[in-house]
């Protein structure tokens, strides 16, 4: 299954991903580094980190709609899709949350908008697994031979046996 959002060959969506993901991850531990240090530069970096993060966390979900759109209904791929959009909105949110927590007095984060961050940080790590199993295990968006019921690779062995040298994918039975 190709994506329908690609950019010179590749899909835009995993692309993106890695700037919110990078930003608001790290954020998370300027926010640990201000907690152990109380050095108030930590959390100052982290304010501007979350509303880039925040930012290019909304464009990279306008790209990963416009993917899981395309996912066809009933298929294993779209329901991982989908809990791949609703974790990723909920690390969004708590994130949100976290940056108008901190708004006012963003060198002095209250423990509430600390929370948010360290909490966003490992809701967007479940969320990047679900990303992993469509794209790594489902072939969602990188294959035109996706597999979309493939099964779940905590259980399973191999979805696919491929020879990249080839572009040979074949489904495992």
């Given at each position: 299954?190709?994506?329908?959002?690609?950019?010179?060959?590749?899909?835009?969506?995993?692309?993106?991903?890695?700037?919110?993901?990078?930003?608001?991850?790290?954020?998370?531990?300027?926010?640990?580094?201000?907690?152990?240090?109380?050095?108030?530069?930590?959390?100052?970096?982290?304010?501007?980190?979350?509303?880039?993060?925040?930012?290019?966390?909304?464009?990279?979900?306008?790209?990963?709609?416009i993917d899981f759109l395309?996912?066809?209904?009933?298929?294993?791929?779209?329901?991982?899709?989908?809990?791949?959009?609703?974790?990723?909105?909920?690390?969004?949110?708590?994130?949100?949350?976290?940056?108008?927590?901190?708004?006012?007095?963003?060198?002095?984060?209250?423990?509430?908008?600390?929370?948010?961050?360290?909490?966003?940080?490992?809701?967007?790590?479940?969320?990047?697994?679900?990303?992993?199993?469509?794209?790594?295990?489902?072939?969602?968006?990188?294959?035109p031979e996706a597999n979309?019921?493939?099964?779940?690779?905590?259980?399973?062995?191999?979805?696919?046996?491929?020879?990249?040298?080839?572009?040979?994918?074949?489904?495992?039975?």
């Amino acid at each position: 299954m190709d994506s329908r959002a690609k950019a010179f060959g590749h899909a835009i969506h995993p692309i993106m991903i890695v700037f919110p993901l990078g930003l608001l991850g790290t954020a998370a531990i300027f926010d640990a580094l201000y907690l152990i240090t109380n050095n108030s530069t930590w959390p100052t970096v982290s304010f501007w980190m979350l509303v880039a993060g925040l930012i290019g966390g909304l464009v990279a979900a306008l790209f990963g709609l416009i993917d899981f759109l395309n996912i066809p209904n009933g298929t294993r791929a779209k329901r991982i899709g989908l809990y791949h959009a609703l974790v990723n909105v909920c690390a969004l949110i708590l994130f949100a949350a976290g940056l108008y927590l901190r708004w006012d007095i963003p060198l002095r984060p209250t423990t509430i908008a600390l929370v948010c961050s360290f909490v966003g940080l490992a809701v967007a790590m479940l969320g990047g697994w679900f990303g992993g199993e469509l794209v790594e295990r489902l072939g969602v968006g990188v294959s035109p031979e996706a597999n979309l019921n493939a099964p779940n690779s905590l259980t399973h062995g191999k979805a696919f046996d491929m020879d990249v040298r080839q572009h040979n994918l074949h489904p495992t039975r």
